[in-house]
């Protein structure tokens, strides 16, 4: 298989330094079977480490978001669930969402997704308002972690 990505090296005019990218090579089949191929800058010329580091992440933040928006275009696979929280809803929807889950490491890593503030006020709604020796709950009391706010 090709390398896609390649690190690219551009020495800067008056040896003021070198400038570092990223490209994208790329293949298109066009009509009758030929085919074109390129190449493009996904990250610019960067004249530190830094600021490549800082544009990789950027561009792994974006790829990790097009990855979440695809979840909902294909849907749960098979042994996969996912529930959809939104953190404007109040702690006994949020609840409410959580515990129709089934696999307790969904629900973990689900529960811990969400920030500390909401993982708390779910807390204090599981703790206070739900049986917490039956069903979800009780795996909910047994794994949260109070000085994290975390399920573990």
Known sequence: MMKKLTLETEKAPQDTGTKVGVSLTFEVAGQQGSKV???????????????????????????????EEAKG??????????????????????????????????????????????RQEIADYVFTQCNVFTGVASVFSQRYNNEEAKLE
Request: negative net charge; charged residues 25%.
């Open 73 to 118: 275009q294909f849907g749960p696979g098979p042994g996969q669930e996912h529930v959809e929280l939104n953190e404007e809803l109040g702690a006994a929807e949020l609840w409410e969402n959580l515990s129709a889950v089934t696999d307790t490491e969904v629900l973990v890593r689900q529960f811990n997704s969400l920030s500390r503030e909401k």
């Open 37 to 67: 191929q390129g190449s493009v800058f996904l990250i610019q010329g960067c004249d530190s480490y830094e600021t490549l580091e800082g544009e990789v992440s950027r561009l792994k933040g974006e790829l990790d978001g097009l990855l």
